[in-house]
């Protein structure tokens, strides 16, 4: 029988080190990088050289070093298990990059080669902008870019908990468009759309910097002002109502969106799970009266 010999070269495995498309790095059991390859060093805008010595804990944005700490502990108590983890590290330009560090623990050898982490560096600067992407998508309405009902929802329950804490007062405005199915009825919904842009574009403009308008859904949107009593409410309603409820001019056309709106309040101080509901039922609520007096 004729014996198969493998005529490949043997991999050069220093060159695969210094070739590999993501960033590697050699550190002691403690951390300090005692070899790292180009593209690691590109990574951070650094030569390879300027790596050497360095703590890789030095290299980490400030508000990560804690977790890093604690997945290298996790790895310190199970060094048989490789650890992944994500954090920042800290250009030369001082620039943030998010990465994924894959690092396994490479016991000493009977030869005296000394115990080492080997670590995998991969940027993930792509697949967090479409993580964000994401997240901001579900919780963004599509058409007017406002919060969704999920976020009014968490915004109001932000206010609650923080007024529960501070003693600050929490109120809820609801508003309905008034007509607008007429709107859509002689216009077409494309016209109806635009409509409602318009209507969030001069919404947002009378808020201050504390409240959150968000649309939850038709024509209903919702303003969650933190901090806020019941008389500053009011004066927002007020506001509103003069600012969004002159004309609307699209296209060639120049319409006027009438509206009704409801006020509910929290106390500061309220328990949040009492309040979470009731401060929603009680704009509701304040709205639909508001329609019935408008259409008397």
Known sequence: MTELVDARPPVDRGSA???????????????????????????????????????????????????????????????????????????????????????????????????????????????????????????????????????????????????HRERTPTCVLIIDLDGFKAVNDEHGHPMGDAVLVAFAGRLTSVLRASDTAARLGGDEFAIVCENTERPEAEVLADRVRTTVTDPLVIGDLSMTIGMSIGIGSAPGGGDPDEFYERVVREADDAMYADKADRRR
């Open 17 to 163: 080190f210094a070739n590999a498309p993501m960033g590697v790095a050699l550190c002691t059991p403690d951390g300090v990088v005692t070899d790292a390859n180009a593209a690691l060093a590109t990574l951070l805008g650094l030569a390879p050289a300027d790596l050497l010595g360095r703590a890789l804990f030095d290299l980490i944005h400030p508000e990560d070093v804690e977790g890093a700490r604690e997945a290298y502990a996790v790895l310190g108590r199970h060094p048989g298990r490789p650890m992944r983890h994500e954090c920042r590290f800290l250009r030369e330009d001082a620039t943030a990059v998010p990465v994924q560090i894959a690092t396994a623990w490479v016991a000493a050898t009977p030869d005296g080669g000394p115990a080492h982490l080997v670590m995998i560096v991969e940027d993930i600067t792509d697949r967090k902008a479409l993580e964000a992407a994401l997240v901001h998508r579900s919780l963004h309405d599509p058409l007017t870019g406002l919060p969704n009902r999920i976020l009014f929802h968490d915004r109001l329950r932000h206010a609650l908990d923080r007024g």
